[in-house]
């Protein structure tokens, strides 16, 4: 059974920085290219940014350019995303995303996702 969690959650001021990452249990780590979705309330799910199973590319929603940056360690089996210079629109649950890497679909479409974490709560304070 396959267990996608998110940690690194919190309340912060605009302007702060926080950093999330994410463990998947149950699948092997570096056969799935690895991303992060954000949902807002009131909103649809939307693409935050992915990174490709061997780490070697990377995507951003024009959104967070330039202040979000996505890594992982496939050795230890986690995913990372950094984010700095938080803005108050940058308040919304943040999901792990997983998707196998054979698989032709657009990672930045959620029906494309394999898995899915539980979510962790990102708040910022304007």
């Known amino acids: 059974q396959v267990q996608v969690v998110e940690s690194g959650g919190d309340l912060v001021q605009a302007g702060g920085s926080l950093r999330l990452s994410c463990t998947a249990a149950?699948?092997?780590?570096?056969?799935?290219?690895m991303g992060w979705f954000r949902q807002g309330p009131g909103t649809e799910r939307e693409y935050v940014s992915s990174?490709?199973?061997?780490?070697?590319?990377?995507s951003y929603a024009d959104s967070v350019k330039g202040r979000f940056t996505i890594s992982r360690d496939n050795g230890k089996g986690t995913l990372s995303l950094q984010m700095n210079s938080l803005k108050f629109e940058d308040t919304a649950m943040y999901y792990c995303?997983?998707?196998?890497?054979?698989?032709?679909?657009?990672?930045?479409?959620?029906?494309?996702?394999?898995?899915w974490g539980q979510g962790t709560q990102v708040t910022v304070s304007s």
């Open positions: 990174i490709s199973w061997g780490g070697s590319g990377t």
């Open positions: 995303a997983a998707r196998a890497r054979w698989k032709a679909c657009d990672f930045r479409r959620a029906s494309c996702i394999d898995y």
């Open positions: 149950g699948l092997t780590f570096g056969d799935y290219d």
